[in-house]
């Protein structure tokens, strides 16, 4: 019961202050790399982070499963506020489940009380609130490194089968 009260705590400490830093904080477009291959992608159905004389250049550099999130959401909401809205909100709730997985980690290292401190600590770290309000790959790759750590942990624990899978799956994607 204590941990159950411990996690809505700290769901809805996370919530307010991501919330806030989108408020005041909050990409108002998508800019610099994002933007341009999100465009290119919709122009020309080609990840490319460069247009040379008119000639798309495919992207060599940065990891492309951000830009194909964000096209892929882009594909439903053409209105750049509905869009800009939408991506905050799933950024967000990315962060929030990082918290509460960030702290299943620390339990199998630490005590309750330690981990507690350490979750409310990565809940409350400046970088992880305002990352949630910018276009940028940083809140889905730590969701994805939280969670792949998380199963690898599981897998270790219990040795099931699923828990193999699932690893393996988020492992590929990095």
Do not use: H
């Not at 594909?75 to 299943?104: A, E, H, P, R, W």
């Amino acid at each position: 019961m204590k941990n159950t009260k411990f996690i809505i705590i700290l769901l809805i400490l996370a919530a307010i202050t991501r919330l806030s830093s989108i408020y005041f904080f909050g990409d108002k477009q998508i800019s610099n790399e994002w933007g341009v291959m999100v465009n290119s992608l919709e122009n020309s159905r080609i990840l490319a982070s460069r247009n040379i004389n008119g000639q798309f250049v495919p992207n060599i550099f940065m990891p492309p499963l951000y830009a194909y999130f964000l096209y892929s959401i882009k594909f439903f909401f053409k209105d750049l506020n509905l869009f800009l809205n939408f991506i905050f909100f799933l950024q967000t709730l990315m962060g929030l489940i990082s918290c509460v997985i960030f702290y299943k980690i620390l339990l199998n290292f630490f005590s309750i009380k330690l981990s507690k401190f350490g979750a409310l600590f990565f809940t409350l770290f400046p970088l992880n609130i305002y990352a949630t309000g910018l276009i940028s790959s940083a809140s889905l790759q730590l969701f994805l490194s939280l969670v792949s750590i998380f199963f690898f942990f599981n897998f270790l624990n219990k040795n099931l089968f699923k828990n193999i899978f699932f690893f393996f799956i988020l492992f590929v994607f990095f």
